[in-house]
């Protein structure tokens, strides 16, 4: 018998493994794509994109090569150092009946089941890992292409529609492909198709060992948080000839997917001997594992529930690890200095997601009491260079909501530069002490920078625009229109009370004499 912990944690040598391959493609991904150039002829555009997609595809498959071999060898120690601990339990059991089994390196039937479980298991992740360099070209190449109908079509420029490229696929840098069409990240993949399938193989191990020594009786684990259909039949007996009064095999889904010892279970089942065995779970135990006891916030919940919680923050903090190797790369490869600026203010973004998302992380921890995993946290590959320059980029940001900033010469500091966002939508609740500078090109072809200035309660309070927006008849102001805006607002409502409409004032004009 395997435990619940040594299930949930057997997958993780093989998960370290092959997420190399996370950040490597998501970086590989970003490098290719800065290097494309700008769309300047959709034929040549297409050319480099397909040759660029298949040199990819090349190095990809020559990574999971690589990998495979490692993998191999890691999972055929792991079934083999794992099938003797769950067997130790079980001949523990067997002794106090007076039986003497075989010790499993003698037992040929046992021997067979873990030399078909170890190859299944591998073979079936060789197969998955190998639709990883698949998944990789597709997903440039739809990057690519949506890339070019930006630009093409006028909707972005070049430099937008290269950072929302590099952004998708760094979201879906190194996935595997099923038959069925259904896709994985390459972590969770791995991680199922081993822990499934070291579970399978103890269990049948069991089984077999049962039937040699007589025993019809199992007896299944039982863990809080176990998924609903399941927690029906935990800690229950088991007859394995389907014997009235028990649960039989078909009962608890036994040899399917969904059911016991499918995908992802962390049951095992373990002897059950009439007259000598004692039930290791009492109903009430039973039902305090599902109780709703767990509080986070003003919700409680069941365990179960609680680590799915758990779960999606992990998921949320990978996914911007991958997102910040990715421009992380992209800002070394990038040749164009305008570009190369964007796509740090980028990676500050990121680099202020993550730490809210780990903020986040450690106090769901804290709250419920659940420890850390780091291993589901975690995207290997995403080195210390990395997380350096994303903690430095965390308290940049923070620094700069701490208080108004000033240049030198005397001209306010602006935190956020929106000038190349397309029709910027103005907030009116937005970051303490934040000043967001905005760009307009007007039908008659006049273009004007503007200002928005936060309060320290992060609500909108003046605005400064650089001239009248094309209609200087409705803007008499200054020497070309240039003029102000203060803003009232009901903070318990959200609704604006008052914007007036005035001349600058000499402190703002000092403040902002680079866009007047």
């Known amino acids: 018998m395997l435990t619940p912990q040594q299930l949930a944690f057997c997958a993780d040598d093989a998960v370290r493994l092959y997420s190399q391959l996370d950040d490597s493609i998501a970086r590989d991904i970003a490098r290719r794509i800065v290097k494309m150039g700008y769309v300047t002829e959709s034929a040549k555009w297409q050319t480099e994109m397909l040759q660029q997609s298949g040199m990819m595809y090349d190095d990809i498959v020559r990574q999971v090569a690589s990998i495979t071999g490692k993998s191999d060898k890691a999972i055929k120690k792991l079934f083999a150092d794992a099938s003797v ?55 440039f190449i739809s990057a690519c292409t949506r890339a070019e109908l930006q630009v093409t079509s006028g909707a972005f420029d070049y430099n937008a529609a290269i950072r929302n490229a590099i952004r998708q696929c760094a979201g879906d840098s190194a996935y595997v492909l099923y038959p069925s069409g259904h896709r994985d990240r390459i972590d969770v993949a791995v991680r199922r198709n081993v822990m499934t399938g070291l579970g399978q193989t103890t269990g049948e191990i069991s089984r077999v060992y049962a039937e040699e ?66 039930r290791a779970y009492t109903d009430a135990m039973l039902k305090s594992l599902d109780a709703k006891n767990i509080e986070y916030g003003d919700k409680l919940y ?12 992990e998921r949320a903090i990978r996914d911007d690890k991958r997102v910040l190797a990715a421009y992380d790369e992209a800002i070394k490869a990038v040749n164009d200095g305008v570009l190369r600026r964007q796509l740090q203010g980028d990676f500050a973004d990121a680099s202020v997601k993550l730490k809210r998302h780990e903020a986040q992380y450690r106090d769901f921890c804290d709250t419920t009491g659940f420890l850390p995993d780091k291993a589901r946290a975690q995207v290997y590959g995403f ?25 030198k010469d005397g ?81 318990d409502t959200g609704k604006r009370i008052d914007r007036q409409t005035r001349e600058l004032t000499p402190a703002e004009r000092k403040e902002h004499k680079d866009i007047l």
């Open 85 to 139: 601990d769950a067997l130790a339990y079980d001949m523990s059991i067997y002794a106090a009946a007076g039986l003497d089994p075989l010790p499993l390196h003698l037992s040929p039937s046992a021997m067979q089941v873990l030399d078909a479980g170890y190859r299944k298991t591998t073979g079936n992740l060789n197969n998955l890992t190998r639709t990883t360099a698949t998944a990789a070209q597709r997903n």
């Open 213 to 278: 020594m007589g025993c019809d009786l199992m007896e299944i684990t039982a863990h809080s948080g176990a998924r609903p259909s399941h927690a029906l039949w935990q800690g229950g007996i088991v007859s394995l000839s389907g014997r009235q009064g028990y649960l039989s095999p078909s009962d608890i889904g036994y040899g399917t997917g969904a059911g016991f010892k499918g995908y992802n279970c962390r049951h095992d089942w373990f002897p059950y001997i009439d007259g000598i065995s004692q």
């Open 302 to 313: 069941t365990e179960y529930e609680a680590e799915q919680e758990m779960r999606a923050i």
């Open 383 to 407: 080195g210390r260079s990395t997380a350096q320059k994303a903690v430095w980029q965390y308290k940049q940001e923070l620094d700069k909501y701490k208080g108004y900033h000033y240049n």
């Open 411 to 491: 001209t306010q500091r602006v935190t956020d530069n929106w000038t190349l966002r397309n029709h910027p939508k103005t907030l009116k609740q937005y970051k303490p002490y934040a000043v967001v500078e905005t760009q307009a090109t007007h039908t008659d072809g006049h273009t004007q920078i503007d200002r928005s200035i936060y309060g320290a309660d992060a609500w909108l309070e003046r605005q400064v625009h650089g001239s009248h927006h094309g209609r200087p008849e409705l803007h008499p102001f200054g020497g070309r229109g240039e003029h102000g805006h203060t803003f009232l607002w009901d903070k």
